[in-house]
Protein backbone atom coordinates (compact mmCIF):
# COMPACT_ATOMS: atom_id res chain seq x y z
CA UNK A 1 0.00 0.00 0.00
CA UNK A 2 1.44 3.23 -1.01
CA UNK A 3 1.16 6.16 1.69
CA UNK A 4 3.14 9.23 1.56
CA UNK A 5 3.31 11.55 4.73
CA UNK A 6 3.93 14.69 5.10
CA UNK A 7 5.60 16.50 7.88
CA UNK A 8 7.38 19.63 9.12
CA UNK A 9 4.19 22.21 8.99
CA UNK A 10 3.94 24.63 11.51
CA UNK A 11 3.22 28.34 12.65
CA UNK A 12 6.18 30.59 12.21
CA UNK A 13 6.48 34.21 11.74
CA UNK A 14 6.66 36.24 8.56
CA UNK A 15 10.65 36.18 7.00
CA UNK A 16 11.09 32.82 8.77
CA UNK A 17 11.85 29.29 7.52
CA UNK A 18 10.17 25.53 7.60
CA UNK A 19 11.20 22.61 5.96
CA UNK A 20 9.01 19.95 4.82
CA UNK A 21 9.09 16.16 4.29
CA UNK A 22 6.96 13.69 2.05
CA UNK A 23 8.59 10.34 2.85
CA UNK A 24 7.21 7.47 0.65
CA UNK A 25 6.34 4.18 1.15
CA UNK A 26 4.93 0.94 -0.31
CA UNK A 27 6.73 1.87 -3.44
CA UNK A 28 9.98 2.95 -5.20
CA UNK A 29 9.48 6.76 -7.12
CA UNK A 30 12.66 7.70 -8.16
CA UNK A 31 11.62 7.63 -11.95
CA UNK A 32 8.35 9.52 -11.10
CA UNK A 33 8.44 13.63 -10.76
CA UNK A 34 7.18 14.83 -7.33
CA UNK A 35 5.21 17.78 -6.85
CA UNK A 36 4.48 19.75 -3.49
CA UNK A 37 1.02 21.37 -3.57
CA UNK A 38 -0.74 23.71 -1.62
CA UNK A 39 -4.19 24.86 -0.49
CA UNK A 40 -5.42 27.95 1.11
CA UNK A 41 -8.87 28.18 2.78
CA UNK A 42 -11.77 28.98 0.26
CA UNK A 43 -9.16 28.72 -2.89
CA UNK A 44 -8.25 25.42 -5.03
CA UNK A 45 -5.41 22.94 -4.63
CA UNK A 46 -2.33 24.91 -6.69
CA UNK A 47 1.54 23.43 -7.60
CA UNK A 48 3.62 24.75 -5.67
CA UNK A 49 7.29 23.37 -7.20
CA UNK A 50 8.09 19.57 -8.85
CA UNK A 51 11.51 17.68 -9.29
CA UNK A 52 11.57 15.38 -12.13
CA UNK A 53 13.92 12.07 -11.75
CA UNK A 54 17.03 13.73 -13.34
CA UNK A 55 16.11 16.72 -10.81
CA UNK A 56 14.75 19.52 -13.19
CA UNK A 57 12.61 21.78 -11.02
CA UNK A 58 9.77 23.79 -11.92
CA UNK A 59 8.32 26.22 -9.14
CA UNK A 60 5.11 28.55 -9.46
CA UNK A 61 6.03 32.20 -10.16
CA UNK A 62 5.32 33.16 -6.45
CA UNK A 63 8.18 30.93 -4.71
CA UNK A 64 10.44 31.65 -6.96
CA UNK A 65 14.37 32.24 -4.99
CA UNK A 66 12.50 31.55 -1.59
CA UNK A 67 11.87 27.83 -1.93
CA UNK A 68 13.91 24.87 -3.07
CA UNK A 69 12.68 21.61 -4.06
CA UNK A 70 15.05 18.32 -3.57
CA UNK A 71 14.67 14.54 -3.59
CA UNK A 72 16.79 11.89 -1.73
CA UNK A 73 16.02 9.13 -3.94
CA UNK A 74 17.96 6.42 -1.55
CA UNK A 75 15.39 7.59 1.52
CA UNK A 76 12.13 7.55 -0.96
CA UNK A 77 11.83 11.12 0.06
CA UNK A 78 11.01 14.77 -1.14
CA UNK A 79 11.63 18.11 0.80
CA UNK A 80 10.24 21.73 0.32
CA UNK A 81 12.88 24.39 2.12
CA UNK A 82 10.88 27.08 2.30
CA UNK A 83 12.64 30.65 3.36
CA UNK A 84 11.39 34.02 3.71
CA UNK A 85 8.11 33.31 4.42
CA UNK A 86 5.13 35.26 4.07
CA UNK A 87 1.71 35.01 5.15
CA UNK A 88 0.11 34.58 1.51
CA UNK A 89 2.39 31.02 1.82
CA UNK A 90 -0.20 30.06 4.57
CA UNK A 91 -2.03 26.84 3.30
CA UNK A 92 -2.02 22.93 3.90
CA UNK A 93 1.05 21.80 1.74
CA UNK A 94 0.46 18.28 -0.26
CA UNK A 95 3.14 16.16 -2.06
CA UNK A 96 2.21 14.00 -5.17
CA UNK A 97 3.61 11.31 -7.12
CA UNK A 98 3.01 12.15 -10.26
CA UNK A 99 2.17 10.30 -13.55
CA UNK A 100 2.08 10.86 -17.20
CA UNK A 101 -2.00 11.39 -16.15
CA UNK A 102 -1.22 13.61 -13.79
CA UNK A 103 -1.07 12.96 -9.82
CA UNK A 104 -1.80 9.42 -8.68
CA UNK A 105 -1.03 9.19 -4.84
CA UNK A 106 -1.51 12.09 -2.33
CA UNK A 107 -0.08 12.53 0.98
CA UNK A 108 -2.02 13.77 4.11
CA UNK A 109 -0.98 17.10 3.98
CA UNK A 110 0.50 19.37 6.72
CA UNK A 111 -0.91 22.65 7.66
CA UNK A 112 2.11 25.81 7.41
CA UNK A 113 0.47 28.73 8.83
CA UNK A 114 2.59 32.50 8.20
CA UNK A 115 1.95 35.14 10.85
CA UNK A 116 2.45 38.93 10.50
Known amino acids: QVQLVESGGGLVQAGGSLRLSCAASGSRFSLNTMTWYRQAPGKERDMVAS???????NYVDSVKGRFTISRDKAKNTVYLQMNSLKPVDTAVYYC??????????WGQGTQVTVSS
Open 96 to 105: AVMTLMGPRY
Open 51 to 57: ISSSGTT
